[in-house]
């Protein structure tokens, strides 16, 4: 079974730009629907971006629209989630996922994903 692995969180001020890494170590998701979602303490997961690898389709929420993008790399098997303009209420558990239930047009929530990664901490502070 595919494994999900996060990278590249780390601590940043405010303003600082980071790129996580979803690494996935097998199968076939040239054509899938993967996303990204954050959990801050206390705080329920909630849904960044997706992106569906077979058209480069992408969606982000609101709050990052604009200074978060999402990408693909097919032959690396690896999604990416570039993040600018960091702002503390951006800090979070980062968490990659794939297997979604249901078409890929929109963030859903985290029950509609079966298959996660452990997730990578970004904190966002001066």
């Known amino acids: 079974q595919a494994q999900l692995k996060e990278s590249g969180g780390e601590s940043v001020r405010p303003g600082a730009s980071l790129r996580l890494s979803c690494q996935i170590s097998?199968?076939?998701?040239?054509?899938?629907?993967l996303g990204w979602f954050r959990q801050a303490p206390g705080q329920e997961r909630e849904g960044v971006g997706i992106?569906?690898?077979?058209?480069?389709?992408?969606k982000l929420a609101d709050s990052v629209n604009g200074r978060f993008f999402i990408s693909y790399e097919k032959l690396k098997n690896t999604m990416y989630l570039e993040m600018n303009s960091l702002k503390p209420e951006d800090t979070g558990m980062y968490f990659c996922?794939?297997?979604?239930?249901?078409?890929?047009?929109?963030?859903?929530?985290?029950?509609?994903?079966?298959?996660w990664g452990q997730g990578t901490q970004v904190t966002v502070a001066s």
């Open positions: 992106i569906f690898t077979g058209s480069g389709y992408t």
């Open positions: 097998s199968g076939a998701y040239n054509r899938a629907c």
């Open positions: 996922a794939a297997d979604r239930i249901g078409a890929c047009f929109d963030l859903g929530s985290r029950y509609d994903w079966s298959r």
